[in-house]
């Protein structure tokens, strides 16, 4: 499985943008994506996730602002961050992991497979 992100980059706060993830290689049906960011000097910390069923969690302290959604045909992971804020910058990653349980402390067990990250940055 690969996946690759895109559609990082630097925004004032206030903005928006929308990460995408692309996945190749993925033969389970059974899975759960999503999105996992870490500052400088920080731990990561997930942000949302989606099953394969299209159910979503997010991590508390970003619901309303960022909206994640896949598209199970061409294997595309999402996420819509609106009203950036500073504290948003980060280094965001996608990851997909295989069976049914999602939520965004999944990431943190098993083997999930990784992307290589994309740069989200909301100067102050």
């Known amino acids: 499985v690969q996946l690759v992100e895109s559609g990082g980059g630097s925004v004032q706060a206030g903005g928006s943008l929308r990460l995408s993830c692309v996945g190749s290689?993925?033969?389970?049906?059974?899975?759960?994506m999503g999105w996992v960011r870490q500052a400088p000097g920080k731990e990561r910390e997930g942000v949302a996730v989606?099953?394969?069923?299209?159910?979503?969690d997010y991590s508390d302290s970003l619901k309303g602002r960022f909206t994640i959604s896949r598209d199970n045909v061409n294997n595309t992971l999402n996420l819509q961050m609106n009203s950036l804020k500073p504290e948003d910058t980060a280094m965001y990653y996608c990851?997909?992991?295989?069976?049914?349980?999602?939520?965004?402390?999944?990431?943190?067990?098993?083997?999930?497979?990784w992307g290589q990250g994309t740069q989200v940055t909301v100067p102050t």
């Open positions: 290689g993925v033969t389970s049906s059974t899975n759960c």
């Open positions: 990851f997909l992991r295989s069976g049914s349980w999602c939520s965004p402390l999944t990431w943190k067990f098993g083997t999930p497979y």
């Open positions: 989606i099953g394969y069923d299209g159910i979503t």
